[in-house]
């Protein structure tokens, strides 16, 4: 915005010039035509950038309004949070010997804080966004006319990437990871996180990441993919399997307390899951004892 300003004021210099140009005694010759084209050329310069910095403040009033609404929202959402988190941390400590008769409502509990969290999680990305817009707002244009125009010699600005289809990207990374092609699974997915990051299939595509780095024995970027899943993506259909997948990760690299705690999690987040039945499976044969549920 200040390089906006610092030209703007030099081309009103350069109007002053020109007038004062003009208004000097003419000699008995006309003004030359190169005087006249100058003193026009100014006035045009000067015409758009008051039209640019119009736009410029309407644009800038209106992101920091959005942006304010926004953080004000999160503001609200922590506080919402961190009385819940006070609340399950007082059931947890007065239901320590009756979980199993109360499991059903510290998991209710559990689950509206991970809910919450997500949408916190969402805010704040959406905040990012914004500041990011804001910044762009006041940078000046730096290639061609504003809006677009051509530039000197008719060239313009590069055209803006295409975004891909969600749906069908999606379901095209899914049909690659199953077809085990996994580095363009890998960019299909990466695609649908980078284009639609609030997306609830952002979180399906996180998941299968971690599939990807699972099957490769990469556990250490398996489990941080299962941790995104689970920290950002907590309503996901695929978050019981990523804590799952994550405690066995944890396990085949020989984190054995760490994998151990993270299926017993499960099982008390999930009780009647598919996934907690295989913890279940897992924890009996590693001879840990697992309170039934």
Partial sequence: MQRLHAHRNSLMAAAA??????????????????????????????????????????????????????????????????????????????????????????????????????????????????????????????????????????ATGAPMAQTPPLDQTYQAAVSDFNAAKYPLATSEFQ???????????????????????????????AIKSYNIVLEQFSGNAKAAAAQLHKGLALLETNKRDAGIHELRSLIQRHPQTPEAAQARAKLNGMGVKVTAH
Avoid at 200 to 214: D, H, P, R, W
Wanted: hydrophobic fraction near 35%; glycine fraction near 8%.
């Fill in 17 to 154: 010039l020109a007038l004062m140009l003009g208004g000097m005694p003419q000699r008995a010759h006309a003004v030359s035509k190169e005087t006249i084209q100058l003193q026009t050329q100014v006035q045009q310069l000067l015409d758009m950038v008051q039209r640019l910095q119009s736009t410029l403040d309407t644009r800038f009033a209106v992101l920091q309004n959005l942006a304010q609404q926004t953080a004000d929202q999160a503001t609200q959402m922590s506080a919402t949070v961190n009385t819940l988190q006070k609340k399950l941390d007082t059931e947890n400590e007065a239901l320590s010997g009756k979980m199993d008769t109360n499991s059903g409502q510290v998991q209710s509990l559990n689950d509206s804080v991970d809910e919450l969290k997500t949408r916190i999680t969402k805010l704040e990305k959406s905040i990012q966004d914004l500041q990011s817009q804001l910044q762009n707002t006041q940078a000046p244009p730096t290639a061609g006319m504003p809006g677009g125009a051509p530039g000197p010699g008719g």
């Fill in 191 to 221: 695609d649908v996180i980078h284009y639609y990051p609030l997306d609830n299939l952002a979180g399906s595509a996180q998941f299968y990441l971690g599939e990807i780095a699972y099957r490769q024995k990469n556990y250490d970027d």
